[in-house]
């Protein structure tokens, strides 16, 4: 059974670089049709989509976030990773990384497993 | 404002029935069958309840259900049990830039 956990920092500055990193256990990363994702939820709000990345190294973002992020892969290690740059406390929130499964047409159908979720405060 | 639309709250006596609405537009619920549940007890990570509209991945209870009428998707849970208190999102996918959107939630209130 595929488990995602999620690792990195609890607290970064303003304007400085969050970095994440989603560690596969269970399964090979590489395997099956899988997008590998990263969602991010403020305390009592909703569920935001940050982006994506297939083992190849194509990526995909959410356009709210794209001059900010890069998400990268690492198959070697089964972990794929999160940088968002220029953080601000709007960026404060639980990051939470989940396999997203896609169908024989290419698209994304659903997200399962999740990871745990890691809380990420941006405050000097 | 989340980019589908759910009521902020329903609730329900053990045994009953409820259903949660999800509204978009034809660029993502009414356009695709990719609508996705998840259910989130606090603190702990969304788990997927229903996916591709109305399929039940392994594991789930068959009291969830899924469903689609143009434009608004529907979670229905029948035989409310007090473990079903949790909060519930839906998603789906777009054919916008953002590839994903998610509802604003429902908290789900077992009385």
């Known amino acids: 059974q595929v488990q995602l956990q999620e690792s990195g920092p609890g607290l970064v500055k303003p304007s400085q670089t969050l970095s994440l990193t989603c560690t596969v256990s269970g399964g090979s990363i590489s395997s099956g049709s899988y997008y590998w994702s990263w969602i991010r939820q403020p305390a009592g709000k909703g569920l935001e989509w940050i982006g994506r990345?297939?083992?190849?190294?194509?990526?995909n973002y959410n356009p709210s976030l794209k001059s900010r992020v890069t998400i990268s892969v690492d198959t070697s290690k089964n972990q794929f990773s999160l940088k968002l740059s220029s953080v601000t406390a709007a960026d404060t929130a639980v990051y939470y990384c989940a396999r997203e499964h896609y169908d024989s047409s290419g698209y994304p159908n659903w997200f399962d497993p999740w990871g745990q979720g890691t809380l990420v405060t941006v405050s000097s | 404002q989340s980019a589908l639309t759910q009521p902020a709250s329903v609730s329900g006596s053990p045994g009953q029935s409820i259903t949660i609405s999800c509204t978009g537009t034809?660029?993502?619920?009414?356009?695709?069958?990719?609508v996705s549940w998840y259910q989130q007890h606090p603190g702990k990570a969304p788990k997927l309840m229903i996916y591709?509209?109305?399929k039940r991945p392994s594991g789930v209870s068959n009291r969830f259900s899924g469903s689609k009428s143009g434009n608004t998707a529907s979670l229905t849970i029948s035989g409310l049990q007090a473990e079903d208190e949790a909060d519930y999102y839906c998603?789906?996918?777009?054919?916008?830039?953002?590839?994903?959107?998610f509802g604003g939630g429902t908290k789900l209130t077992v009385l």
């Open positions: 998603s789906s996918y777009t054919s916008s830039s953002t590839y994903w959107v």
């Open positions: 990345i297939y083992t190849s190294g194509s990526t």
């Open positions: 034809s660029s993502d619920v009414g356009g695709y069958n990719y």
């Open positions: 591709d509209v109305s």
